[in-house]
């Protein structure tokens, strides 16, 4: 038995040095990283950079989730929704996202079908903008490309959006033309050979349309929402085709004016998945 218990005394005495042993190595490295900075930086206050828009700030929320975030209705809004955007500052609102390719506009009801999975009906661009309004932040709304139905956009625009903004129209930042058609294929909202000639082509039907009505010329239309490498090499065509490269969006560019290049008409088969324009 003494044999093993002077054992297990080695073994205890061995740990311990161990450990300290540990421990002395990480002081060693704490101080060499003290005494060697990563980085140094210098400020200088007497000349300031390119100062950082006080709106730069933003948040996204999908169609269907602004009843929760948001309310119901302008009459019960979500009042700590509105103190969390109240204290954050000003800032910008979007709504939109993937829902926006399967929301549409459909204020008295309507058929179902797959692109308008999520029913718009007046009471949402209604307590969007009442948000806006309360909170000092500007919304920037999406309208569903994905039905390529330019005439649905405008309607959803004029008989929707517009009259919820009337109280303060400066809370509408823009529409948003479509989200992330470089992955339409993928979603079955166009076919496999999708490309980004067809795209520029669904888009500026969109932009003749909302421009050529006065009810809507003068808004900010919004795009493009590309998410792969590939279409994103295409921003620069797209500020061609548009005449317009001013955004303080990712990936995006205001057209507040007509496009100066219409894209040449395409003859595009309907695809099975979507629904031709009428």
């Not at 926006?100 to 309507?110: E, F, L």
């Amino acid at each position: 038995m003494r044999s093993y218990r002077y054992y297990w005394r080695v073994v205890l005495c061995s740990s311990l040095l161990g450990v300290q042993g540990v421990g002395a190595a990480n002081d060693h490295v704490r101080s060499s990283y003290a005494e060697t900075p990563l980085a140094r930086i210098a400020v200088a206050l007497d000349r300031p950079g390119t100062r950082i828009p006080s709106d730069f700030m933003g948040l996204s929320i999908e169609y269907p989730a602004v009843a929760a975030y948001l309310g119901v209705t302008p009459a019960s809004p979500n009042t700590v929704f509105r103190h969390l955007l109240t204290n954050l500052g000003s800032g910008s609102l979007r709504v939109g996202g993937d829902s926006q390719d399967t929301s549409c506009w459909r204020p008295i009801g309507g058929h179902d079908s797959p692109e308008c999975a999520f029913k718009i009906t007046a009471s949402l661009p209604q307590v969007v903008l009442s948000t806006a309004a309360a909170t000092g932040w500007r919304a920037l709304i999406g309208v569903n490309l994905a039905v390529n139905n330019p005439s649905a956009a405008r309607a959803y625009v004029t008989d929707g959006i517009l009259p919820s903004s009337i109280s303060d129209a400066s809370r509408l930042l823009g529409l948003e033309i479509g989200n992330e058609p470089d992955v339409y294929s993928q979603h079955r909202l166009r076919p496999p050979h999708y490309s980004f000639t067809r795209y520029l082509h669904e888009f500026g039907g969109y932009v003749k349309t909302l421009q050529g009505d006065a009810r809507t010329a003068a808004l900010s239309l919004v795009g493009p929402a590309f998410v792969t490498h590939e279409w994103d090499r295409q921003v620069g065509p797209f500020v061609a085709a548009t005449g317009r490269a001013s955004s303080p969006f990712s990936r995006s560019i205001i057209i507040p004016s007509a496009p100066a290049v219409s894209p040449a008409p395409l003859p595009r088969p309907a695809p099975r998945c979507c629904r031709k324009e009428s």
